[in-house]
């Protein structure tokens, strides 16, 4: 005779009390020795919410064993005041092969939905198979560009470009987050001059740099970038950006100067949202391959509900993630 158990599974955000069985989770279905694990303050830096970390877990009801979870980054975590426009994005997403229950996966994420309030759900670099799933649940479906700027020998460095003036926020800087705004257009996600330094200020791996783009002394943008000097050909990543998107077709005279300053060969820019032809004005070519060149993962995207101002870079969700 079969005993036939019923106990539904039991869904709960991570305590941080429960790190242990996280890792052993990781270890045992996604990957072992995981960077979060191998090095906490990424995980902290990413997922920490207090004494909880933005991870659901899915327990077997009757052993208690996880059977399935699926991370999360609300955009509230670095700046607090955008609670109101919270953007979650769903990262490792992963049903145990012990699960007994059907349909684990998607009560999973959905159960992220419903303890963590949000304007709009999404995530990037989803694997061909999965669109569907994500189709058929309303996710608006896409894909982010890649475009490459590279650097042209010879050219006259200058930080001015047009009307718009262009410094690098030092360290020391006395700028400060709390006493700026940017003059920036409603999209998708929402970004702060707060949520641009707490995310890439305090990054425990990676170090940034960020330039303000200000007119007639008024802020208009702040572009966050990642040099890389670790390949053959050194490059720059633009990371994120904040502020009015119109300015991009002014900045190639500023791109030039700073791939010359920093001795790198080409800037990388991932976005999904910006205008195509501004971006050629100032300098980028779009790529064919549409593979993102640190993981070799095809950067399609899903949200939801489906966004008419959507502005992506590499710099949402956990693209730019080490590994």
Not at 13 to 22: I, M, N, R
Not at 123 to 128: N, Y
Not at 150 to 167: K, L, P, T, W
Request: proline share 3%; charged share 25%.
């Amino acid at each position: 005779m079969y005993t036939v158990r019923t106990m539904k599974p039991v869904f709960r955000k991570v305590h941080k009390s429960e790190l242990a069985d996280l890792e052993h989770f990781f270890n045992t279905y996604w990957r072992r020795d995981h960077v979060f694990f191998t090095n906490p303050k990424v995980l902290d830096w990413q997922h920490r919410d207090d004494d909880t970390y933005c991870f659901i877990l899915a327990r077997d009801g009757e052993s208690a064993e996880i059977i399935g979870m699926c991370g999360f980054i609300p955009t509230r975590l670095y700046d607090p005041s955008l609670t109101q426009e919270n953007v979650v994005w769903f990262t490792n997403w992963c049903v145990g092969r012990n699960s007994r229950f059907g349909g684990l996966g998607l009560a999973i994420q959905q159960s992220v939905e419903s303890v963590e309030y949000a304007k709009c759900y999404g995530t990037i670099g989803l694997k061909e198979y999965t669109l569907p799933l994500y189709t058929v649940r309303g996710f608006e479906i896409g894909t982010v560009g890649h475009y490459v700027c590279s650097r042209n020998e010879g050219h006259e460095q200058s930080y001015r470009s047009c009307d718009y003036s262009i410094a690098r926020i030092e360290e020391n800087s006395s700028f400060s987050y709390r006493s700026v705004e940017v003059a920036c257009e409603a999209c998708t996600p929402k970004k702060s001059s707060r949520y641009i330094f707490s995310k890439y200020h305090n990054h425990p791996v990676y170090t940034y740099e960020f330039y303000a783009i200000a007119r007639q002394g008024c802020l208009q943008g702040i572009l966050v970038f990642r040099i890389d000097k670790t390949t053959t050909l050194p490059r720059i990543y633009l990371v994120d950006f904040v502020g009015r998107r119109d300015i991009f077709f002014k900045l190639e005279y500023f791109f030039q100067s700073l791939l010359h300053q920093k001795e790198c060969y080409q800037i990388d820019l991932f976005n999904y949202g910006l205008d195509e032809q501004s971006l050629l004005t100032s300098g980028f070519v779009k790529q064919n391959d549409s593979k993102q060149v640190k993981t070799n993962v095809s950067l399609h995207f899903a949200v939801k509900p489906p966004q008419s101002n959507l502005l992506l870079f590499m710099g949402d969700a956990d693209l730019d993630r080490p590994n």
